[in-house]
């Protein structure tokens, strides 16, 4: 059976900035082939003509497919599937697909839609992306312009009109495999170091919170998560129940909110995160270097590493990647003629703490010899 095509699900409150950081991800796609659903509805289009606009080679108009009809969580059946199924009939079908819900949507009724059998068996929710607005967040507003919000929202009689906004926010953050402090540049480094600690201690136990300014995240990181979230409804659960989302002018506030007030800040972009590369020995236990690998990421914050480990005795290499504290191996292929040892990329926000994370790395690779001969 093929293997399934990976969707990332942006979602977050109007002027979060989401299709700043999904225009920023195209730019910086390094050929691969991304397909988006933008979830906007009525006469305007925002979103969608930034997107087709953005000239990237391996993102075409026909690439940006637009659910006008309606909030996507009432529209799963009659809108959203068949979209999503024309997406992966293509003859050349997308690598990677990535999802906008409207700016007040629940991301848990369109998670629940991929166990629908007519794509359970074809994609996946790679990750769940949720974006806020750092300054307003911080201030207790959850958005840059509550009352555009709350007039949007009484624009559609299927909304829940009373619904505190912090209600909706908690869910969003309830779902979240990844959560984007966006607008950083707008908080002081003591204010964003604690709203992103707050933000930790309020979603699930393993979450991501990273920061950035202008949607600025490294393909690698917001990619390829890997969290296979439909299968995990019980615990992305809604806090609060009730239906709502919102309008077209979700995103036209969205792009206005982040970009009109931030193109002075172009400069900061991916300069917030690093990576470098580790190169280490062989390792005996994969199981225990594992586990010790674990341990080095919790330590330092870690928000990616991979690459590909040499075991002693083994003739194929192991290949390791971790998403946060989540590590993976498998082996793949034999080394051949290239040389044997382990060579790790790490990658995560800017300040990195690079000769303690090698220190830990080494010690890693030689904790189970240590353990044998003590």
Not at 264 to 283: A, K, M, N, T, Y
Request: with cysteine.
């Amino acid at each position: 059976m093929a293997a399934k095509i990976p969707a990332t699900v942006v979602t977050g409150f109007l002027g979060a900035g989401k299709t700043t950081l999904i225009r920023n991800m195209l730019q910086n796609a390094n050929g691969k082939r991304i397909a988006l659903i933008i979830n906007e509805f009525g006469d305007l289009g925002v979103d969608g003509d930034i997107l087709k606009g953005c000239g990237i080679e391996t993102c075409t108009e026909d690439d940006v497919m637009e659910l006008s009809n309606g909030c996507i969580c009432c529209t799963v059946a009659e809108d959203f599937i068949p979209t999503l199924e024309k997406l992966l009939d293509r003859d050349l079908p997308p690598e990677h697909i990535v999802i906008e819900t409207s700016g007040l949507a629940l991301p848990q009724p369109l998670v629940r839609a991929f166990g629908w059998p007519e794509i359970s068996t074809r994609v996946t929710v790679d990750g769940v992306v949720t974006v806020v607005d750092g300054r307003a967040v911080k201030d207790g507003q959850f958005a840059h312009n509550v009352a555009a919000v709350d007039a949007q929202r009484k624009l559609d009689e299927n909304l829940d009109h009373e619904t505190p906004l912090s209600e909706l926010f908690d869910d969003q953050i309830a779902c979240a495999d990844m959560i984007v402090v966006n607008k950083a540049d707008l908080l002081s480094g003591d204010e964003a170091e604690a709203l992103v600690a707050h933000l930790k201690s309020e979603a699930r136990s393993g979450v991501q919170v990273v920061k950035a300014t202008m949607g600025a995240l490294p393909v690698e990181v917001l990619l390829g998560q890997g969290a296979g979230a439909e299968g995990d409804m019980d615990a992305r659960g809604e806090v609060h129940h009730h239906h709502h989302d919102d309008h077209e002018d979700a995103h036209a506030g969205d792009h206005e909110g982040d970009d009109h007030h931030h193109d002075h800040h172009h400069e900061h972009g991916h300069d917030e995160f690093e990576s470098f590369v580790v190169e280490l020995g062989e390792i005996n236990d994969p199981k225990a270097f594992a586990t010790q690998v674990a341990e080095v990421i919790r330590a330092h914050n870690i928000l990616r590493l991979k690459g590909f480990v040499a075991v002693a005795g083994k003739p194929m290499r192991l290949t390791l990647q971790a998403v946060g504290p989540r590590v993976d191996t498998y082996f793949d292929q034999p080394f051949g003629s290239a040389a044997r040892a382990t060579r790790l990329v790490v990658i995560g926000e800017a300040g990195l703490a690079r000769g303690a994370i090698e220190t830990a790395l080494a010690a890693a690779v030689r904790g189970p010899v240590a353990r044998e001969t003590a």
